[in-house]
Antibody
Framework: EVQLLESGGGLVQPGGSLRLSCAAS????????MTWVRQAHGKGLEWVSS????????YYADSVKGRFTVSRDNSKSTLYVQMNSLTTEDTAIYYC??????????????????WGQGTKVTVSA | QSALTQPASVSGSPGQSITISCTGT?????????VSWYQQHPGEAPKLMIY???NRPSGVSIRFSGSKSGNTASLTISGLQIEDEADYYC??????????FGTGTKLSVL
């Protein structure tokens, strides 16, 4: 079964840092670009960041650029996002997502057919 | 990276058809055929319903269809069912190498 399992969320003070992880299983993780999407309580979806198949290219929303760093360890089938200088605006559920592709590899950074259950990040004093 | 514009809510009766619009610009919706639609029930992760404007992933009902004209994409659900009641989001690839989501639409099946 294809699965994504996020972890690392929690309560952090403004200005603090947190690292989220997303453990993948059931598919060739090292053949797929991966993405983080967040959703504040009662709000819509917001794209956060994407990373290429090999990890050499990373893309960020303007709202997190310079504060968040996405990375991956293909040997561990795990996606990460290091979040620094957190503000209350970063409070949300963070999802990792895998794109939908019919071929053996997938560089696309949209059309996500597999999502994790999400990990909650709360930034509050 | 402004959000794509969707109606806040739409409603329909079982068996009817409804259409949800998603309006962007020539830098996103109008410039690429990379529009996707997601269904999200409360407390759950989103589910991919349409990708590349018109394509359905395997397992998605044929009652769901997508289209695009200019800077506006649309999701049509025919033969509405109670279980279709959910929030729906569009997304589009953007010229700034980013992804932008829509503001979301709450579908009520009355």
């Amino acid at each position: 079964e294809v699965q994504l399992l996020e972890s690392g969320g929690g309560l952090v003070q403004p200005g603090g840092s947190l690292r989220l992880s997303c453990a993948a299983s059931g598919f060739n993780f090292d053949s797929y670009a991966m993405t983080w999407v967040r959703q504040a309580h009662g709000k819509g979806l917001e794209w956060v960041s994407s990373i290429s198949v090999g990890g050499g290219s990373a893309y960020y929303a303007d709202s997190v650029k310079g504060r968040f760093t996405v990375s991956r360890d293909n040997s561990k089938s795990t996606l990460y996002v290091q979040m620094n200088s957190l503000t209350t605006e970063d409070t949300a559920i963070y999802y990792c997502a895998k794109p939908y592709c019919t071929g053996p590899s997938c560089a696309r950074r949209d059309a996500f057919d597999i999502w994790g259950q999400g990990t909650k990040v709360t930034v509050s004093a | 990276q402004s959000a794509l514009t969707q109606p806040a809510s739409v409603s329909g009766s079982p068996g009817q058809s409804i259409t949800i619009s998603c309006t962007g610009t020539s830098s996103d919706v109008g410039g690429y055929n990379y529009v996707s639609w997601y269904q999200q029930h409360p407390g759950e992760a989103p589910k991919l319903m349409i990708y590349d404007v018109t394509n359905r992933p395997s397992g998605v009902s044929i009652r769901f269809s997508g289209s695009k004209s200019g800077n506006t994409a649309s999701l049509t659900i025919s033969g509405l069912q109670i279980e279709d009641e959910a929030d729906y989001y569009c997304s589009s690839y953007s010229s700034s190498s980013s992804l932008v989501f829509g503001t979301g639409t709450k579908l009520s099946v009355l």
